[in-house]
């Protein structure tokens, strides 16, 4: 058997000529790098190592290996250009995760802190030549992470994550009693929470097109969790505007929590029983509306996260821009600027920066102003703000302080924690900008044009 010149030899800086043939005496070809020195080996793990994971939810090899080291991440990447440190870049913490896989680091502290510091923003990936699934691999190593958690720590996120914010009965309840709560908060969470909540309110289960207007139709709409309790009247204004539009909504009674916050915590298997329920609920939907970044980049990845849980869906205003609206607002808004905040989960994971400019333009006289630096991340990043106060509130007055510069009177923003996370920071600086969803920004102008303070939100279905 006649040797052929391999990628190996090139890099070796020789050829192999018709006559050099390597065997093992018993004419079969030998392995590669079987000429290297005593002591050397290709990069990867030793013969006999064994993996550091516990349990199945672990970055995979697959994922690990197509991280190639190039680094065109670390200037993206937030943590990196606040600390300047290899550990704090996708590129390090990849490093770490590698080092488990092959038997040479355990999960410990050290490794605990390297992904907790992460915001898992995803602007890595948004950048990386290889694809690198960052977002899945930080998951499931945050899985990994968990059960070195304290007693109390690991008390708190079970009560959460796992109990209440997937239970909208508890969730109520624990709204109504956030008045009480309050003063016993933190400094910091206290600056967060909206003071207004709607702990009771419902949405209407059917919303018709008004009378008259071509039906489209039917799409559902995602509550959300969080959503729907603090900032009810934007998933109101998201079905008035959908409605407006000719698309029949609906908002299914057996929904629950996105999952997307149990999922960048460590609590994938919380993440997967609310992927199923919500799979179920949404079943046979043509069209899931989610006006939330975060949950809608999550949703979007059931398919992924368990077998037969895909869903059909969108951003909302991805959506209007797609399928164009039926009517443009003839009446302008009050404050013609209006700045633009891109949410990490919809620029990045979704891909979506362009469309919702493109559906506000179209009230008359708006101008999109855009914020310096506008494609970083806020330091929300779900429960980092509380969890990680100092890194989140660095890159939290970046944010203020880009958005007071433009010397608006709005800031729109499509994410929950971003609109909390960036009202505490202009409130921090003395700044009067409003932070509204920008389908608020649409639903203004429609109710202007009919001259209603408070237009009807469709028939409710017995």
């Known amino acids: 058997m006649r040797r052929q010149t391999t990628d190996a030899d090139v890099v070796a800086g020789r050829a192999c000529d018709d006559s050099e043939v390597l065997t093992d005496g018993d004419h079969e070809p030998l392995p590669l790098g ?115 958690r304290t007693r109390s720590a690991r008390f708190l996120r079970w009560l959460g994550l796992d109990v209440v914010l997937p239970h909208p009965a508890l969730l109520r309840t624990a709204t109504f009693f956030q008045p009480i709560a309050r003063p016993f908060l933190s400094r910091r969470m206290r600056a967060l929470a909206p003071r207004r909540t709607s702990p009771f309110a419902r949405l209407p289960r059917l919303t018709e097109p008004a009378a008259g207007t071509n039906v489209r139709g039917t799409v559902a709409v995602l509550s959300g969790c969080v959503q729907d309790r603090w900032f009810h009247e934007v998933n109101l204004a998201t079905i008035r505007v959908l409605a407006h539009n000719g698309w029949r909504v609906v908002v299914p009674r057996a929904q629950r929590c996105c999952g997307a916050l149990a999922a960048h915590n460590g609590r994938l298997d919380t993440a997967r029983t609310l992927a199923r329920r919500n799979a179920k609920a949404f079943a046979g939907i043509d069209h899931v509306i989610v006006n939330s970044a975060g949950c809608g980049a999550h949703m979007q990845d059931y398919g992924e996260l368990v077998e037969g849980t895909a869903l059909p869906v969108h951003d909302v205003m991805a959506f209007l821009d797609d399928l164009g609206p039926v009517e443009t607002p003839p009446a302008p808004l009050a404050g013609p600027r209006v700045a633009y905040h891109d949410a990490c989960h919809a620029l990045r994971a979704q891909g979506i920066r362009s469309q919702p400019r493109s559906v506000l333009r179209q009230i008359p006289g708006t101008q999109i102003v855009e914020l310096e630096h506008g494609d970083r991340c806020c330091g929300a990043a779900g429960l980092y703000n509380v969890l990680e106060p100092e890194m989140s509130r660095a890159l939290m007055r970046q944010k203020a302080e880009a958005v007071r510069d433009t010397g608006v009177g709005v800031v729109a923003s499509a994410n929950p924690g971003c609109t909390m996370q960036i009202s505490a920071g202009l409130r921090e600086l003395g700044a009067d900008v409003e932070v509204v969803h920008p389908v608020e920004l649409l639903d203004r102008a429609y109710r202007a044009t009919s001259g209603m303070e408070q237009p009807p939100t469709g028939t409710v279905a017995p």
Not at 46 to 71: F, H, I, K, M, R
Not at 72 to 93: F, I, K, Q
Not at 124 to 135: A, K, L, Q, R, T
């Open 34 to 148: 079987s000429e290297l020195p005593e002591g050397f080996r290709f990069i990867g793990p030793e013969a006999d190592a064994q993996p550091g994971w516990v349990g199945t939810d672990a970055p995979s090899d697959a994922d690990l290996s197509s991280c190639v080291a190039c680094g065109l991440c670390l200037p993206h990447c937030p943590t990196y250009r606040l600390t300047g440190e290899e550990s704090a870049s996708p590129r390090g913490r990849i490093t770490a995760m590698r080092s488990v896989a092959e038997g040479t680091a355990v999960v410990d502290d050290t490794f605990a802190g390297f992904m907790d510091l992460c915001l898992v923003c995803r602007a890595c990936e948004d950048v990386c030549p290889s694809h690198v699934p960052f977002g899945r691999m930080m998951e499931r190593a945050r899985v990994q992470v968990e059960p070195l």
